[in-house]
């Protein structure tokens, strides 16, 4: 099957840096997306990775290592405003979602 | 530019009803996707459109077709609706068949009572 597995919650302070992991099953797969999800909102694009290493957008970055069927979402210097839900969708024959991982800014 | 449209916002439906969700993809893009989101989860991929034909489809029963029109415009239709169809459906663009980028629509709530 295809599945993605991330952690439910995740809490950190502003200014802090939490790194947000997913791994997934390998068979058919060929990329990992990330998208981020206010409450009551539609989810945003933030990341794609096709091929092993670092992708850095802004205060974004997003990792993958396919030998490790690992990867994960880096958020640095933490805002109020990035209190969200994070999900990584595994590219298959079909698209696949995590469960989504909250996370929780506190002041 | 405008990004992608679904009508309508919020639905009230009973069991056995049909109900037909609306989506204009982003200017540009070709490929709509469309996703059923429970509440507390991830968006569940139902199916995708490509040159006016489904392409790929999750693990979703026959009551839940769609159908592409010529201006990449699309349509998600539910027969027999059940409870559990409750969920916001969500429809995501992008230009071809890849998969690296996905724009969402504001998505439609669907409730069925």
């Known amino acids: 099957g295809q599945s993605l597995e991330q952690p439910s919650e995740v809490t950190a302070v502003e200014g802090a840096i939490v790194q947000i992991n997913c791994t997934y099953q390998?068979?058919?797969?060929?990329?990992l997306s990330w998208y981020q999800q206010h409450d009551g909102g539609a989810p945003t694009f933030l990341s794609y990775?096709?091929?092993?290493g670092l992708e850095e957008t802004g205060r974004f970055s997003s990792f993958l290592s396919r030998s490790d069927s690992y990867g994960y979402l880096l958020l640095q210097e933490l805002q109020m405003k990035d209190s969200a839900s994070y999900f990584c969708?595994?590219?298959?024959?079909?698209?696949?979602f995590g469960k989504g991982t909250m996370l929780l800014v506190s002041p | 530019d405008a990004g992608v449209t679904q009508s309508p916002t919020h639905l009230i439906k009973t069991r056995g009803q049909q109900v037909t969700l609306r989506c204009s993809p982003k200017?540009?893009?070709?490929?709509v996707s469309w996703y059923q989101q429970a509440l507390g989860q991830g968006p569940q991929f139902i199916f995708q459109?490509?040159?006016?034909?489904?392409?790929q489809r999750g693990n979703f029963p026959d009551r839940f077709s769609g159908h592409q029109f010529p201006n990449y415009s699309s349509e998600l239709n539910v027969n027999a609706l059940l409870l559990g169809d409750s969920a916001l459906y969500l429809c995501?663009?992008?230009?071809?068949?890849?998969?690296?980028?996905?724009?969402f629509g504001p998505g439609t709530r669907l409730t069925v009572l």
């Open positions: 995501a663009s992008s230009l071809g068949q890849g998969f690296d980028t996905q724009y």
């Open positions: 390998t068979s058919g797969f060929y990329g």
């Open positions: 990775n096709a091929l092993d």
């Open positions: 969708q595994g590219g298959y024959s079909t698209l696949t």
């Open positions: 200017s540009g893009h070709d490929t």
């Open positions: 459109y490509y040159e006016e034909e489904e392409r």
